[in-house]
């Protein structure tokens, strides 16, 4: 496209960071809900096929607005097209971008997302994101892409070739991607609620109305690591991807690091045992990619885990996330900190979350731990321009 082409700035409203093959869709129709974090006039979505085998086809797909279970509010459905076609080819590993659809779509709302994947791909693999903590509806054949009232299927809680929703107009000018771990993907949270800690900072951000313009892109993985790939590539490999290459990025917020230090703990092989520093240096490269790009970058300190079971927490790992938390607080490498830690822990016992903010494993925040979580981000980190 060439330069000046669009008049607004397209801004990621939704995003779901793809990180596993999943299961093959044949000859169906899978709707995702999704819920926006800003609005705007026009929306196109982008698909991968990052864990693809081999090329995929696609299509129909379609965007309306979500009513209620796997149904859309009647007289809301656009259908989406690729270079003007109602299907599309993805090779494997790359993604695409669906032509551009005037629709108005305001902040915080639910839309649902219909794709059908054709009967010509028994063999592909679906590209995944397997925390969806949202129900998406498998039908059992046939595309239902425009149906109203959706037809009785299966379901998962997996999020299938869609990674981002993205919107352009007026009331859209950037976008904050919020990058980690299962902390990030809102792994505790109530499912279908939108009760992960970037949801609620997108809630926070269109309260306040000179920051109503601004969208968030959730880039969590379950399991990931800053180091080493594990579920998902690494933090290191996919930075690019997941962060600095989303529309209208301009702040990004990083929680990772736990899962390098509880992988420590039951590790076999030498790489995977790692130190503080080593996950400092990796958090400094993160920084320095990002500045490189202008965009600025905020550390949030790594939430408590006392309690969660050995070896994943030790002694030695306890020890290791209190040295790079305090590299976080006080080194001055990122523009600012959240201090989660701080936000959630058991003041009687700082190694462990409170009570009242634990889901139940020790490790990931309940939605009300993912509410405050959000609170403790200063909003005074994101000016609209």
Do not use: C
């Not at 990052?50 to 696609?58: C, E, I, K, S």
Request: net charge negative; aromatic share 8%; glycine share 10%.
């Amino acid at each position: 496209m060439a330069a000046g082409a669009d008049r607004h700035t397209w801004v990621d409203t939704w995003a779901a960071a793809p990180d596993t093959a999943g299961p093959v869709l044949n000859a169906q129709t899978v709707r995702q809900i999704v819920r926006t974090s800003v609005g705007g006039s026009e929306v196109r979505i982008r698909l991968s096929n990052l864990f693809g085998n081999v090329p995929v086809t696609l299509g129909p797909a379609h965007i309306a607005l979500h009513a209620d279970g796997a149904n859309t509010v009647p007289g809301s459905d656009h259908a989406l097209l690729f270079n003007g076609q109602s299907t599309v080819t993805i090779a494997k590993g790359e993604s695409v971008l669906s032509d551009p659809v005037k629709m108005e779509v305001k902040p915080l709302q639910e839309l649902a997302v219909s794709l059908y994947a054709p009967a010509d791909a028994p063999y592909h693999a679906s590209t995944t994101h397997n925390a969806g903590l949202a129900t998406a509806f498998i039908t059992e054949s046939g595309d239902a892409t425009a149906t109203t009232q959706y037809p009785q299927g299966e379901v998962s809680g997996m999020r299938f070739f869609l990674t981002d929703v993205e919107v352009s107009g007026p009331a859209a000018t950037s976008t904050v991607v919020t990058f980690g771990d299962s902390i990030t993907d809102g792994v505790g949270s109530t499912s279908d609620a939108n009760t992960r800690w970037p949801d609620y900072l997108a809630a926070r951000l269109q309260a306040d109305a000179k920051r109503s313009s601004i969208g968030v892109a959730n880039a969590g993985i379950g399991g990931n690591r800053i180091l080493h790939d594990n579920y998902g590539p690494s933090a290191l490999s996919r930075f690019d991807r997941d962060a600095l290459d989303k529309p209208g990025v301009r702040w990004i917020v990083l929680l990772e690091g736990i899962n390098d230090i509880g992988g420590s703990g039951y590790a076999w092989d030498a790489k995977d045992k790692i130190s503080a520093q080593q996950l400092i240096e990796g958090m400094k490269t993160l920084i320095a990619r990002a500045h490189a790009k202008h965009v600025k970058i905020y550390g949030a300190t790594l939430t408590p885990y006392g309690g969660n079971g050995w070896p994943y927490h030790s002694v030695a790992g306890e020890k290791t996330r209190e040295e790079v938390n305090d590299w976080i607080r006080n080194a001055g490498a990122f523009d600012g900190v959240a201090d989660f830690d701080k936000a959630i822990r058991d003041p009687s016992a700082p190694e462990k979350m409170l009570p009242a903010y634990d889901s139940g494993d020790h490790l990931h925040p309940s939605s009300a731990g993912y509410k405050v979580m959000a609170q403790a981000i200063d909003l005074k980190w994101f000016s609209a321009p």
